[in-house]
């Protein structure tokens, strides 16, 4: 434990930090490196969370690469904040720099590095300004998603106490926030600290949230109860699932009123419409589900139609068994979901009145 000078902040801890790729910040404020090769990883599986590629990242306020011997790459745009890393952080005076619109470290696919390159180290004390330095990340996705995990990676540099030593975070998605803690996994550091950070958001509101985007920040991190003012970041993935697009449909095509008697044998005729962004020939009809939330194995059997709302563009009737939709007397609405053939996720609903 003697390697772990938390008084006097040590920088690096490694001997042969070898800066591979540090990002010279000119007069005019801006550098850029080459781009990483990010993995692009799609999730197929409706309902199965799996992982989500980050397509881009931002960081509002970071020490340039090469900040205490740890170095990282980014490809989008630096800007210099014009503040830099105070007396709280382990090398005073380095430039804090917006990181804007690019890839790099965070989502290179390497969570491991075995030394201090390709692991970002943020400052989370105060600048010389005296004010806090605030790293908020922003992670974008391809399309909407619904997020369930997250994991910040700390890498695998050796002999250093940052990996694993966030202890809480504010994730932001939409128009909401929630502060939580973090939960330790992966290997230990040589400190015996886990090395990533995982948050569960499907024990919050946020998962339930689609964005193509979202926010952390308000990062607490601790060595074994000792404030620490760093956060090493080696990657950030992200786990979910892909958001359902919504769809036209219409329950009792030849209605507007959409009585479902629940006693009748017969069943319930809908109609699932195209539109300009939606082509109802592109549906993979095994996977269509109808009833009072939308999981509900009620289907006879679906046709293409000819024009149902009479706007040029074919439509797909579907005959539902009622007994099976579980719709109930009081429910105000019918939903289908489903996927089309190229894996895309989507829902559509419409009002219904049920009768006895
Ligand atoms: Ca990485
Ligand atoms: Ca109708
Ligand atoms: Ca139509």
Not at 195 to 201: A, E, G, N, S, T
Request: aromatic letters at 4%; one cysteine or more.
């Amino acid at each position: 434990m003697s390697n772990y000078r938390l008084g006097d902040r040590p920088l690096g801890l490694v001997a042969s930090a070898v800066v591979a790729t540090v990002l010279t910040v000119t007069g005019s404020n801006v550098a850029t490196a080459s781009a990483p090769t990010v993995a692009a990883t799609t999730p197929t599986v409706a309902g199965a969370s799996s992982p989500i590629a980050v397509n881009s990242y931002d960081i509002s306020e970071s020490p340039v690469s090469g900040w205490g011997g740890w170095a990282h790459v980014y490809d989008g745009t630096i800007e210099d904040t014009g503040r830099t890393t105070g007396p709280n952080c382990s090398a005073v005076g380095t430039q804090i720099a917006r990181y804007t619109n690019g890839n790099g470290t965070l989502n290179d696919g390497v969570t491991d590095a075995a030394n201090l390159d390709s692991t970002h180290l943020l400052c989370l004390d105060a600048a010389t300004d005296g004010s806090l330095v605030r790293p908020e990340i922003t992670v974008r996705f391809a399309g909407p998603v619904l997020v369930d995990r997250i994991v910040i990676h700390g890498g695998g540099a050796g002999l250093n106490i940052y990996p694993g030593a966030i202890e809480a975070a504010t994730v932001e998605i939409g128009n909401a926030q929630v502060t939580m803690t973090s939960a330790p996994e992966g290997v230990p550091n040589d400190a015996g600290v886990l090395r990533d950070d995982v948050f569960d958001l499907t024990t919050t509101g946020l998962s339930s949230i689609p964005t193509s985007q979202l926010t952390i920040g308000n990062f607490v991190t601790s060595f074994f109860g000792s404030p620490l003012g760093q956060a090493a970041i080696a990657e950030i993935t992200v786990e979910g699932r892909v958001a359902a697009v919504p769809i036209d449909i219409d329950i009792r095509p030849a209605s507007t009123r959409n009585v479902i008697e629940l006693s009748s044998r017969l069943p319930l005729p809908l109609a699932i419409l195209s539109s300009g962004t939606f082509n109802v020939r592109m549906i993979n009809v095994a996977t269509l589900k109808f009833g009072a939330v939308g999981d509900e194995d009620s289907l006879l059997g679906c046709s293409l139609a000819p024009d149902i709302n009479r706007d040029r563009r074919p439509d797909l009737v579907c005959l539902a068994a009622i007994r099976r939709t579980g719709l109930a007397v009081g429910d105000v609405e019918g939903v289908i979901t489903g996927s089309t053939k190229s894996g895309s996720n989507f829902v559509g609903r419409d009002d219904v009145t049920v009768r006895p």
